[in-house]
């Protein structure tokens, strides 16, 4: 595994006080495609999602988004990592956590992003790519939307 990312998910006890429910290393990495692996940290269903209960469906979560809910992820892609244009139906926050990457959208725009620089993706079409020496590692939020009438996810 090349991506050890803890996580601490924080739940109540029998009395309303507040424990740690989860501390480990995620488990649940995966890779799609050549130098790119990612792993998700917590999920939820639901808008809003419900505070009720400890359940963790954050191993389940088999594709980018998980339409009408959350995804927190943690990716992490190695230069010349496999191209990847897409689109999801999402808002997504994206902080890159260290390395340097290139944001390619429509028409060649790239937008060169470096550590704590942050990006809202509105379901635009766009691509990761690592020119760099460095293995980058970035943290996305996707929160399910409705896209426009015409418009298609896809990838």
């Given at each position: ?19 740690v ?20 940290i ?6 809003p ?27 992490k892609?190695?230069p ?50 690592n ?25």
């Amino acid at each position: 595994m090349t991506l050890e990312i803890r996580r601490v998910v924080t739940g109540h006890d029998e009395n309303g006080k507040a424990v740690v429910s989860i501390d480990e290393i995620s488990k649940n990495v995966v890779t799609r495609r050549a130098n790119q692996w990612s792993t998700v940290i917590w999920a939820t269903e639901g808008m809003p999602p419900s505070l009720d209960g400890d359940r963790d469906i954050s191993a389940g979560i088999e594709k980018t988004i998980f339409p009408g809910g959350t995804v927190f992820r943690i990716g992490k892609l190695e230069p010349g990592v496999a191209p990847r244009v897409h689109r999801t139906a999402s808002i997504d926050y994206a902080i890159v956590i260290s390395g340097e990457l290139d944001m390619e959208l429509d028409e060649g725009v790239i937008v060169h992003l470096k550590p704590g620089d942050t990006v809202v993706q509105r379901g635009t079409v766009h691509n990761w790519i690592n020119n760099g020496t460095e293995p980058v590692v970035i943290a996305f939020i996707l929160i399910g939307a409705d896209m426009p009438e015409g418009w298609e996810a896809f990838g």
